[in-house]
């Protein structure tokens, strides 16, 4: 696979390109043609060894402040809409979507063996998310027929997403970031798994190649027609809903319980922490909103990112001209 490489453990003693992150303690470094945070490329390296993928499972991946944890919500109530029901007992109810649909490359930065053994063991079919670009995801995923479905969110509000929440999660021996600093690292796509263009277009080529292997949804689709999303996504997981499930309304079912209301709501989403970074879960849930962004753009911003996002994407067909 292009640009993945066995790395043994000494070379992973950082001679590569070196960045500082966003208002974080830790550095972003240039590991197989993305910028890894430091506490997560020997864990990446270790699900390319270790993780073997199976032909049913569902892989929930995208660019960090994308709408990771409502695709991940999406993702895990339509593959168990046949066995799982919607009220007071789901587990999206009682348990965080980062908890139930764990992180691929997270996994693998505790005990190998061990984890091995408790991924074998997930019920099937499993959901994992991950922000991997697709080079650098384990083989067995890019190669079996497990489904990719990927959740990009338009440049802006991404911006300001992980702007608010990377100041947000920061420890408070550090100074909030300023934003002008910010949007210049974002611009030069210097952010945790960045650049975001790379990031978005090595899973938008794979969605064309490969239509029925990724999925490419955009966060501003999903908000608008959520419904019909939710039927697409279940259509693409090989689990459409049957016409007596829609009439008694099991896809709106799914809507509402992992609408942002409803999740930021949940007694569970609003305390505690979860990750390697002990992130709290309620800073998962901010706005939840399509164009948030225009309450934090000057005219020479959205000028300066208009042009990097038509300068990068040129000739892909990937666009978000709809939103400047
Ligand atoms: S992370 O840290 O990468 O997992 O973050 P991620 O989940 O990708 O992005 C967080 C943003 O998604 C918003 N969010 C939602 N939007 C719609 N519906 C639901 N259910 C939902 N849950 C979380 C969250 O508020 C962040 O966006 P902003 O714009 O900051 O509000």
Redesign the pocket.
Known sequence: MAGQQEMKEEELSFSLRKESAWASPYCLYQFQNFLCPAIHIQAVNNSQKYFEAKENDVVVA?F???????MK?LAFAIVNHQRLSTAETHPLLTSNP?ELVPFIEFIYSADIPEQNLRLSKVAEPRVF?T?TPLPSLPKSIVESNCKIIY?C?NPF?NF??AW??FNKIKPESLPALPMDEAFEMYCKGIIDYGPWWSHMLGYWKESKARPNKVLFLK?DDL?VDTHFYVKKVAEFFGCPFTQDEENNGAVEKIVKL???E???DLKVNKSGTVGTGA?EKKN??????KG?WVNYFSPSMIEKLSKIIEEKLSGSGLSFKEYY
Do not use: L, Q
């Open positions: 995208s960090p402040k994308s709408g990771t944890i409502w919500a980062h998310g922000h959740i969110r509000d300001v997403s608010n929440y966060y908000k992992c609408s942002f409803k999740m930021k992130v998962f849930f901010r706005k939840g909103e948030d």
